[in-house]
């Protein structure tokens, strides 16, 4: 049964007219992209972007990781005992502080950099953007996430 809206709906409600709706499906095509890519390999898309942060900067603590992927501890730590247990990477305490936890890519997180290399254009392609409208686009993108970081932590969110 369906129910009818007792008021007419505002336009500035209207699911369509949203643009957190408009980036979160975005986020979700994006994910579902790549999984011709990752699903072979036995990669998540959250996986890949752990690979992505390795491969600029291997040995990083769980906390360094967890800053750009705006991921915390708890949310990581299985997502990396999953990918340690599949061989991707190793973990082990930081010698200077053992209360850290350093995580590294084994031989396999390295060599599938070659075979991932592919991934951006193609999915530049799928989207039907450019290079110079992907980057335009992202930079949008991070300016709005900026932008809702600072008031959220102001407290105007």
């Given at each position: 049964?369906?129910?009818?809206?007792?008021?007419?709906?505002?336009?500035?409600?209207?699911?369509?007219n949203q643009l957190c709706?408009?980036?979160?499906?975005?986020?979700?095509?994006?994910?579902?992209?790549?999984?011709?890519?990752?699903?072979p390999v036995g990669l998540?898309?959250?996986?890949?972007?752990?690979?992505?942060?390795?491969?600029?900067?291997?040995?990083?603590?769980?906390?360094?990781?967890?800053?750009?992927?705006?991921?915390?501890?708890?949310?990581?730590?299985?997502?990396?005992?999953?990918?340690?247990?599949?061989?991707?990477?190793?973990?082990?305490?930081?010698?200077?502080?053992?209360?850290?936890?350093?995580?590294?890519?084994?031989?396999?997180?390295?060599?599938?950099?070659?075979?991932?290399?592919?991934?951006?254009?193609?999915?530049?392609?799928?989207?039907?953007?450019?290079?110079?409208?992907?980057?335009?686009?992202?930079?949008?993108?991070?300016?709005?996430?900026?932008?809702?970081?600072?008031?959220?932590?102001?407290?105007?969110?």
């Amino acid at each position: 049964m369906t129910r009818k809206a007792s008021t007419p709906t505002p336009p500035q409600l209207r699911l369509d007219n949203q643009l957190c709706f408009a980036v979160y499906a975005a986020a979700h095509s994006f994910a579902q992209a790549y999984k011709p890519f990752l699903d072979p390999v036995g990669l998540t898309y959250p996986q890949y972007l752990v690979l992505l942060e390795l491969w600029e900067v291997d040995g990083r603590t769980v906390k360094q990781l967890g800053e750009p992927l705006f991921l915390d501890s708890g949310t990581l730590t299985p997502m990396l005992k999953r990918m340690e247990a599949a061989g991707w990477i190793v973990r082990r305490r930081d010698v200077q502080d053992e209360r850290a936890v350093r995580v590294t890519l084994t031989e396999k997180g390295r060599a599938f950099q070659k075979e991932a290399r592919r991934i951006p254009a193609a999915l530049m392609c799928a989207g039907g953007l450019d290079v110079a409208a992907v980057a335009a686009l992202r930079g949008r993108l991070k300016r709005v996430a900026a932008n809702l970081r600072e008031a959220a932590k102001a407290g105007e969110a």
